[in-house]
């Protein structure tokens, strides 16, 4: 009998519970506000290199996934390909591994912002893994930290704290409003939130699905439509801001990184502390211009990675940038579902050539 377990209905994967795709093989790995451990990407490249496609796919919540790994006759990923995540740091707790959706303002503490999160990201990690009940949260659950620019807080997360003035955080109970809490009070206040919504959820995967949409929870008055964040682009004061196209990080782009202080942004990008060298970054693929058609285009799986899409998603995306994309965001999709398209206006482009 495979030791694997049934499948859940909550089929959001991880590393120890892959999705299979057309493809092999996906495997997200959670990264807390986008912070690698030092050393990180280099060691997942190897790793990828080894058990997966040789890539690193950055996703929207400013996670990793590898593509294309093989798996067991039961539909486990190689042990060698574990215990590679494991020592890369990645896997502080297996028990909770696919709930450490945590998005953070990536430039807070290097340029702009009210408040500096960076020890409320671990905090929030450390304690979100010390509840044995959170573990059973949906693979979907996001929790936000925004430092008062509103970038997080664009994401409409299931539970956010954003930095107010004089020290203090508003928590947004999924679509509603929440308390204000001082900053040493946020970490307890979103997990205690988080508990009771393990606790009347049933079935459902987010806040604002439950009856009440998050009243229940102490939610108030409906939070004003958030504005849509503009993230910047190239060297900034403190850091390099660099786009991943289509968010696919090859080695060669993984080798022009540095070793540490190395950001995921929910934007399919990273942020470089300090004063990296630019030239390097785009000579290896990265875009640091923000008028590039790359900041506007995205696109899903496609074929033949997806065995629902009708052709190569990425090759028409590349074909689109290099001709003439619409002024506008454009999302290519292989099917009629439009998976990863965003929640603001945008043009749809299908991709109907399989490769």
Do not use: K
């Not at 190897?46 to 690193?56: C, E, K, N, Q």
């Not at 979103?190 to 508990?195: C, E, P, V």
């Not at 439950?210 to 900034?236: C, D, N, S």
């Amino acid at each position: 009998m495979c030791p694997h377990g049934r499948p859940s209905p909550d089929r959001c994967p991880g590393l120890l519970r892959p999705h299979l795709a057309a493809d092999g093989a996906l495997v997200r790995l959670r990264a807390p506000g986008g912070r690698l451990p030092d050393g990180g990407l280099r060691a997942l490249s190897a790793a990828s290199t080894a058990f997966a496609d040789g890539d690193i796919h950055l996703t929207s919540r400013g996670n990793l996934q590898l593509r294309g790994v093989t798996v067991d006759e039961c539909g486990g990923v190689p042990a060698g390909l574990v215990d590679a995540v494991a020592a890369a740091g990645f896997l502080p707790a297996p028990s909770h591994e696919r709930v450490r959706n945590v998005v953070a303002s990536p430039l807070s503490g290097i340029v702009g912002g009210r408040a500096d999160l960076r020890p409320l990201i671990g905090a929030l990690d450390t304690a979100l893994c010390a509840e044995l009940v959170l573990a059973q949260l949906p693979g979907r659950f996001l929790f936000g930290l925004d430092d008062g620019r509103g970038d997080v807080a664009a994401l409409r997360c299931d539970l956010a704290a954003v930095a107010a003035d004089s020290g203090l955080f508003e928590i947004a109970i999924g679509r509603l409003c929440g308390p204000v809490v001082p900053a040493d009070r946020v970490v307890d206040t979103l997990i205690d939130l988080a508990r009771r919504f393990a606790a009347v959820r049933g079935t459902r995967w987010h806040v604002h699905q439950l009856p009440e949409a998050g009243a229940e929870l102490g939610g108030g008055a409906p939070l004003p439509p958030p504005a849509r964040y503009t993230m910047p682009y190239g060297p900034l004061p403190g850091a390099v801001s660099a786009l991943v196209p289509l968010g696919i990080l090859s080695p060669a782009m993984v080798a022009a990184l540095p070793e540490s202080e190395v950001i995921v942004t929910p934007w399919r990008g990273l942020v470089l502390a300090g004063e990296p060298d630019p030239q390097p970054l785009r000579d290896a693929g990265f875009v640091l211009d923000g008028a590039s058609p790359w900041t506007r285009t995205t696109a899903c799986a496609g074929a033949p990675g997806c065995s629902l899409a009708e052709g190569d998603t990425r090759s028409a995306a590349r074909r689109a940038v290099a001709g003439a994309p619409p002024a506008g965001h454009l999302h290519v999709v292989g099917c009629e579902r439009s998976c990863g398209a965003p929640n603001f206006p945008h043009t749809l482009l299908f991709a109907r050539t399989r490769p």
